[in-house]
């Protein structure tokens, strides 16, 4: 079963009298449980393509298919129930609540989850604390935490509303490279152990090299695709 698919993806901005072809006809398609990178350098089109498939933007044209719903011409509405309940996201600004803890930014997503019971809430955010290895820093705030702790606590957070497709943008920029490589290997980990689809846009060779299928971006066009 294919997860995701985008056909013939095209987007464009104004900036003024400018038009900035953002996206120039791009095709691709990520299976269930894959661990595909969106690589390129800055500008190549990486982000929009991501925020496209993650239902953050329209497209100029094109498809986006996500299983057998045409995402593209969904409304606002079903377009919330679709980032809400199948897709997490990890940005690379780490984008956590400053006065929350732990424990209750990894919990955040699940408080509009009527379905989720207090007992439930509980259980996933314990269960992904100890999965990302912060169980001891459940009550600290973002600012007492890490850059390595806080990517893990976003990692966290996106899993824990237990998303088909995770999507995380330049995860590892704001990494060392130690830090990076532990991240890498916790996202590999999950994605192996639950069938996690987890999509990446990125110039880090770290996660390039362990993906299953890269596609190579450059000024808004596919170049290449390389699968393992």
């Not at 007492?144 to 943008?169: C, F, H, M, N, Y």
Request: glycine share 8%.
């Amino acid at each position: 079963m294919t997860s995701i698919r985008v056909v013939e993806l095209k987007k464009d901005y104004e900036l003024g009298k400018t038009k900035v072809l953002a996206l120039q006809g791009v095709t691709i398609s990520i299976g269930k449980g894959e661990f595909v990178t969106i690589a390129g350098p800055s500008g190549s089109g990486k982000s929009t393509l991501l925020n496209l498939i993650g239902c953050l933007d329209y497209p100029t044209s094109g498809e986006v298919w996500i299983g057998d719903m045409r995402v593209s011409s969904l409304n606002e509405s079903r377009l919330n129930k679709i980032r809400l309940r199948t897709i997490g996201f990890i940005f690379q600004s780490f984008n956590l609540i400053p006065v929350l803890n732990v424990y209750e930014n990894i919990e955040l997503p699940l408080l509009i989850h009527p379905d989720v019971s207090s007992a439930e809430r509980k259980n996933r955010v314990e269960a992904l604390m100890d999965a990302v290895g912060l169980s001891q820093q459940k009550k600290q705030k973002p600012a007492e935490l890490s850059g390595g702790q806080r990517q893990r606590v976003a990692v966290a957070r996106a899993l824990v509303t237990k998303p088909a497709i995770v999507l995380a943008d330049e995860p590892t920029a704001n990494l060392d490279s130690r830090t990076g490589i532990e991240i890498i290997d916790l996202m590999h980990s999950i994605n192996k152990s639950d069938a996690t689809s987890f999509v990446f846009s990125t110039h880090d060779p770290k996660i390039i090299q362990r993906a299953d299928k890269v596609y190579y971006l450059q000024d808004g066009c596919l170049m290449k695709e390389r699968q393992s």
